[in-house]
């Protein structure tokens, strides 16, 4: 079972945005600002398009953005677009312990 | 431009052990600032983190696997290689080599799939 929780799918319309949350506690996500975000195309390998909460990549679109409220962080897809169709994973470092783990995942569907 | 290809044996029997080699072009491992670990994702499932490796050695694992894998460097060759033992059709899955820029995965490979068959 994995430390971190993601809603299993999304759906939008085209040009509209959506937030896909990934909860975890206030000793992992909520302490530290180490969430990143991966996009994962059918048969593809994942990408990362956010990393550090907030910071993008150099050539992801800035339709792309990421945030942070207590223990749940946020990815916010803006003006979407069929494109934008795949499985997106938040991952974070959790402790020494546990130096990584990824989240479910949720399916995002343009409608 | 970092680039990451695995390579090895797509087809295992239980009780095998898996290894796979992870070879780097366009950079050098041996950089301090990265590790470099493994990622599987079984087929239709989400992504599971195997475990990290420093060039010098220093190397983390997931705690579910930790008991199986070993995740070592070949500076030498500009490589890093994943073994897990004692192998089930559990372990099936498409296999991914990544840079680990503290704390996210940068760059990843295409992937490969090992099956395990009984």
């Known amino acids: 079972q994995s430390a971190l929780t993601q809603p299993a799918s999304v759906s939008g319309s085209p040009g509209q945005s959506i937030t896909i949350s990934c909860s975890g506690t206030s000793s992992d996500v909520g302490r530290y600002n180490h969430v990143s975000w991966y996009q994962q195309h059918p048969g593809k390998a994942p990408k990362l398009i956010i990393y550090a909460v907030t910071k993008r990549p150099s050539g992801v679109s800035d339709r792309f953005s990421g945030s942070k409220s207590g223990n749940t962080a946020s990815l916010t897809i803006s003006g979407l677009q069929a494109e934008d169709e795949a499985a997106y994973y938040c991952g974070s470092w959790i402790s020494n312990s546990i130096p990584y783990v990824f989240a479910t995942g949720t399916q995002v569907t343009v409608l | 431009q970092l680039q990451l290809q695995e390579s090895g044996p797509g087809l295992l029997k239980s009780s095998e052990t898996l290894s796979l080699t992870c070879t780097v072009s366009?950079?050098?491992?041996?950089?301090?600032?990265?590790?470099w670990g493994w990622i599987r994702q079984p087929p239709g499932e989400g992504l599971e983190w195997i475990g990290s490796?420093?060039?010098?050695?220093?190397?983390y694992y997931s705690p579910s696997l930790r008991s199986r894998v070993t995740i070592s460097a070949d500076t030498s060759k500009n490589q890093f290689s994943l073994k897990m033992n004692s192998v089930t059709a559990a372990d099936t899955a498409v296999y991914y080599c990544?840079?680990?820029?503290?704390?996210?995965?940068?760059?990843w490979g295409q992937g490969t799939l090992v099956t395990v068959s009984s």
């Open positions: 490796a420093s060039y010098s050695g220093t190397t």
């Open positions: 990544a840079r680990y820029d503290p704390y996210h995965f940068d760059h």
């Open positions: 366009g950079g050098s491992i041996s950089s301090s600032n990265y590790y």
